[in-house]
Antibody, heavy 119, light 111 residues
Framework: QITLKESGPTLVKPTQTLTLTCTFS??????????VGWIRQPPGKALEWLAL???????RYSPSLKSRLTITKDTSKNQVVLTMTNMDPVDTATYYC???????????WGQGTLVTVSS | QSALTQPASVSGSPGQSITISCTGT?????????VSWYQQHPGKAPKLMIY???NRPSGVSNRFSGSKSGNTASLTISGLQAEDEADYYC???????????FGGGTKLTVL
């Protein structure tokens, strides 16, 4: 059974750096073809894809946010970490991590964590 | 990259069928058979309903089906049930980021 869970601060101040951790079980991020992605959803708005890391450490980022995002993995801990710099109130959203299968879809999602950006 | 275009809302009565469209470009929907559909109930995480245009994951009702023509993909739900009332999002692989882009979402109301 695949499970994922996001953790991190619920409140950050403008200009600060957000660090979120995705802890997963039921699969290995060292298995060929596997990936873990991050997707966010502002309150009442649509899903927005942010970043993806593959089993081979290849990384992909949203073109519009690439300069602010960094995704890393710790295979031994079954964790993926997303950092986003220079946070702004418009970055207030529920942040999800999800397991990516080979056909570019996300089969299993974490419960999400709401991050509010406010001074 | 621009989001895929979906209607903001659709509605139908129990037992009826509805179709939700998802329009992109040749760089995403039209260029690859990697269109997925997600269902999201309020306060819940999205759930994968369709992948690779028309494939259903194990456990998803066969009332849900997907198709694609040109740059537009479609999700059809037949035999509408009250529990189908939710937001639906399409996504597609896109060559612009070599990952995925989501649609703006469609709110399905079961009358």
């Amino acid at each position: 059974q695949i499970t994922l869970k996001e953790s991190g601060p619920t409140l950050v101040k403008p200009t600060q750096t957000l660090t979120l951790t995705c802890t997963f079980s039921g699969f290995s991020l060292s298995t060929s073809g596997v990936g873990v992605g991050w997707i966010r959803q502002p309150p009442g708005k649509a899903l927005e894809w942010l970043a993806l890391i593959y089993w081979n450490d290849d990384k992909r980022y949203s073109p519009s946010l690439k300069s602010r995002l960094t995704i890393t993995k710790d295979t031994s801990k079954n964790q993926v970490v997303l950092t986003m710099t220079n946070m702004d109130p418009v970055d207030t959203a529920t942040y999800y991590c999800a397991h990516r299968r080979a056909s570019h879809c996300y089969t299993n999602w974490g419960q999400g964590t709401l991050v509010t950006v406010s001074s | 990259q621009s989001a895929l275009t979906q209607p903001a809302s659709v509605s139908g009565s129990p037992g009826q069928s509805i179709t939700i469209s998802c329009t992109g470009t040749s760089s995403d929907v039209g260029g690859y058979n990697y269109v997925s559909w997600y269902q999201q109930h309020p306060g819940k995480a999205p759930k994968l309903m369709i992948y690779e245009v028309s494939n259903r994951p194990s456990g998803v009702s066969n009332r849900f089906s997907g198709s694609k023509s040109g740059n537009t993909a479609s999700l059809t739900i037949s035999g509408l049930q009250a529990e189908d009332e939710a937001d639906y999002y399409c996504s597609s692989y896109t060559s612009s980021s070599t990952s995925v882009v989501f649609g703006g979402g469609t709110k399905l109301t079961v009358l």
